[in-house]
T-cell receptor, first 111, second 114 residues
Framework: EDQVTQSPEALRLQEGESSSLNCSYTVSGLRGLFWYRQDPGKGPEFLFTLYSAGEEKEKERLKATLTKKESFLHITAPKPEDSATYLCAARRGGGADGLTFGKGTHLIIQP | DTEVTQTPKHLVMGMTNKKSLKCEQHMGHRAMYWYKQKAKKPPELMFVYSYEKLSINESVPSRFSPECPNSSLLNLHLHALQPEDSALYLC?????????????FGEGSRLTVL
């Protein structure tokens, strides 16, 4: 069974304090590892897609990386507006579709 | 701004009511999805439409009835719901089912069943 596990469940940081969020996955025939940001009461906002081990993508203070078993979302010098729930999701092969989501990391950046 | 538009944003209904949620996208995407999200939980896949045909139904109860009138529209018809069906219902689209492209989500419809 496909599994996507995120850690930690919650993370509180001071403004400017860099850290990383983890997403480990067990998915047969991975066809994409996705990171989304979700604000309370809103739909997930797409951030990154990673397809192969060693791939990295950056956007402002965020950088996502991928290995064969896990992905990291690095947050450098975060600001309060980076506070949100960050969701990791995997898309598998074999003809199935949709995304399997992890439970998310609730990130709070304190001024 | 999201390019997937969902209406209504909020809906309150009784267990005997019939209502519908609507979703629209104009990105030319050929796959559309319904997800259900309970508080502090990840989104859970309900249905997938590909080229206006239902391709995945994740064992969703029949009180939820999806419809895809054309490539831009997706509806979710609701009838005889239970209070535990209260949740945020998310619509999403992607270029094509079976590719590796990302899903784009709407803002969701917050449903409360009394």
């Amino acid at each position: 069974e496909d599994q996507v596990t995120q850690s930690p469940e919650a993370l509180r940081l001071q403004e400017g304090e860099s850290s990383s969020l983890n997403c480990s996955y067990t998915v047969s025939g991975l066809r994409g590892l996705f990171w989304y940001r979700q604000d309370p009461g809103k739909g997930p906002e797409f951030l990154f897609t990673l397809y192969s081990a060693g791939e990295e993508k950056e956007k402002e203070r965020l950088k996502a990386t991928l290995t064969k078993k896990e992905s990291f979302l690095h947050i450098t010098a975060p600001k309060p507006e980076d506070s949100a729930t960050y969701l990791c999701a995997a898309r598998r092969g074999g003809g199935a579709d949709g995304l399997t989501f992890g439970k998310g990391t609730h990130l709070i950046i304190q001024p | 701004d999201t390019e997937v538009t969902q209406t209504p944003k909020h809906l309150v209904m009784g267990m005997t009511n019939k209502k519908s949620l609507k979703c629209e996208q104009h990105m030319g995407h050929r796959a559309m999805y319904w997800y259900k999200q309970k508080a502090k939980k990840p989104p859970e896949l309900m249905f997938v439409y590909s080229y206006e045909k239902l391709s995945i139904n994740e064992s969703v109860p029949s009180r939820f009835s999806p419809e895809c009138p054309n490539s831009s529209l997706l509806n979710l018809h609701l009838h005889a719901l239970q209070p535990e069906d209260s949740a945020l219902y998310l619509c999403a689209s992607s270029q094509e089912q079976g590719t590796s492209g990302e899903l784009f989500f709407g803002e969701g419809s917050r449903l409360t069943v009394l």
